[in-house]
């Protein structure tokens, strides 16, 4: 009996030719393991290749995040730290719109340039964004406080204070969905090293040789191979109440499963990448319980 990607299975001895010598029947031998192995490491990284490549994803989204993150805080601490423009009514209360038709002052100024040298300076603003200043900051903080920054005249305590408030919430939603990225990048690593584990363990044979093999080691591969079904699919379950329950806090963009999945990997081949690699070993599992089925019939005749 030999142990071949975690299955056992006979092997017959080997006819040996005139002038087989005993250290060439061997090298012969493993090579023959050495062949099988090969193919079902193989068959490993071709159906986790998707979940590889969702890792990959995940973590490129995430460090983005986390650089806009930093801009968002950069920004809103340099602004809390631009000069107001002296209010005439004595630090009265203000009422109206945020926009003043004063002569404009240089703190609006100063906002614009923290602006341009911290949100606008990550590395993708201008693959994701390409925007001017003014639509970036409509669609991040509001449309009310952009066009008090850009078309404003006076800096003034009235537009500091919401425009600090608006960056470091800005900061803070995209904090949140980089710690949804890290429980999405941790639940991958795991489904990954859950389904090679499983794909380790059984040989895949295609149906040949099984013919050859006893009666009770054909009954003990299909109880195995229907063990590991059983595991595989425990898996895809827990996959699924991992993104049905990861529906975060509104303000961030994982609304739903579906959402997960245009967010995140809407540039890959597949939309659910651990389901996908989990459906393909299912049916790898399921392919060679037949194939089991099949020997242990003829075995019967």
Same mark, same amino acid.
């Given at each position: 009996m030999?142990?071949?990607?975690?299955?056992?299975?006979?092997?017959d001895?080997?006819?040996?030719?005139?002038?087989c010598?005993?250290? =060439?029947?061997?090298? %012969?031998? @493993?090579l +023959?393991?050495?062949?099988?192995?090969?193919?079902?490491?193989?068959?490993?990284v071709?159906?986790?290749?998707?979940?590889?490549?969702a890792?990959g994803?995940?973590?490129?989204?995430?460090?983005?995040?986390?650089?806009?993150?930093?801009?968002?805080l950069?920004?809103?601490?340099?602004?809390? %730290?631009?000069?107001?423009?002296?209010?005439?009514?004595g630090?009265?209360? @203000?009422?109206?719109?945020l926009v003043?038709?004063? &002569?404009?002052?240089?703190?609006?100024?100063?906002?614009?340039?923290?602006?341009?040298?911290t949100?606008?300076?990550?590395?993708?603003?201008? +693959?994701? /964004?390409?925007?001017?200043? #003014?639509?970036? @900051? =409509?669609?991040e903080?509001?449309?009310?406080?952009?066009?008090?920054? *850009?078309?404003?005249?006076q800096? +003034?305590?009235?537009?500091?204070?919401? $425009?600090?408030?608006?960056? &470091?919430? =800005?900061?803070?939603?995209?904090?949140?969905l =980089?710690?949804?990225?890290?429980?999405?990048?941790?639940d991958?690593?795991?489904?990954?090293? #859950?389904?090679?584990?499983?794909?380790?363990?059984?040989e895949?044979?295609?149906?040949?040789?099984?013919?050859?093999r006893?009666?009770?080691?054909?009954?003990?591969?299909?109880?195995?191979?229907?063990?590991?079904?059983?595991?595989?699919s425990?898996?895809?379950?827990?996959?699924?109440?991992q993104?049905?329950?990861?529906t975060?806090?509104?303000?961030?963009?994982? #609304?739903?499963? +579906?959402a997960?999945? %245009?967010?995140l /990997?809407a540039?890959?081949?597949?939309?659910?990448? *651990? $389901?996908?690699?989990?459906?393909?070993l299912?049916?790898?599992?399921?392919?060679?319980k %037949?194939n089991?089925?099949?020997?242990?019939?003829?075995?019967?005749?």
């Open positions: 030999a142990q071949v990607g975690g299955s056992r299975h006979a092997i001895p080997p006819t040996l030719e005139s002038g010598s005993g250290i =060439a029947c061997e090298a %012969n031998s @493993m +023959t393991v050495i062949v099988l192995l090969g193919a079902i490491a193989l068959g490993t071709a159906f986790l290749g998707c979940v590889r490549r890792r994803a995940v973590s490129f989204e995430r460090e983005r995040l986390l650089d806009e993150y930093d801009a968002f950069e920004f809103a601490d340099r602004v809390a %730290n631009v000069p107001v423009a002296p209010r005439p009514d630090g009265r209360p @203000m009422s109206g719109p003043s038709g004063a &002569k404009q002052d240089s703190g609006l100024s100063e906002v614009r340039s923290a602006y341009r040298d949100v606008m300076s990550v590395p993708h603003f201008e +693959t994701d /964004y390409d925007e001017s200043l #003014q639509e970036h @900051m =409509a669609t903080l509001s449309p009310e406080l952009a066009s008090a920054v *850009v078309e404003g005249s800096f +003034t305590p009235a537009l500091r204070q919401p $425009l600090v408030k608006s960056a &470091k919430s =800005a900061a803070h939603d995209r904090r949140v =980089a710690d949804q990225l890290h429980d999405e990048l941790d991958l690593e795991d489904a990954e090293g #859950q389904l090679s584990d499983i794909s380790k363990r059984f895949i044979t295609g149906g040949e040789g099984l013919v050859d006893t009666f009770p080691d054909l009954q003990s591969r299909w109880r195995r191979l229907d063990g590991l079904q059983s595991e595989c425990s898996m895809l379950e827990r996959r699924q109440a993104l049905r329950d990861r975060p806090s509104s303000g961030t963009r994982l #609304q739903s499963p +579906t997960v999945s %245009n967010y /990997y540039d890959l081949d597949v939309d659910f990448p *651990v $389901l996908s690699a989990g459906t393909r299912l049916e790898r599992i399921e392919d060679e %037949n089991t089925v099949r020997a242990l019939t003829e075995r019967r005749r």
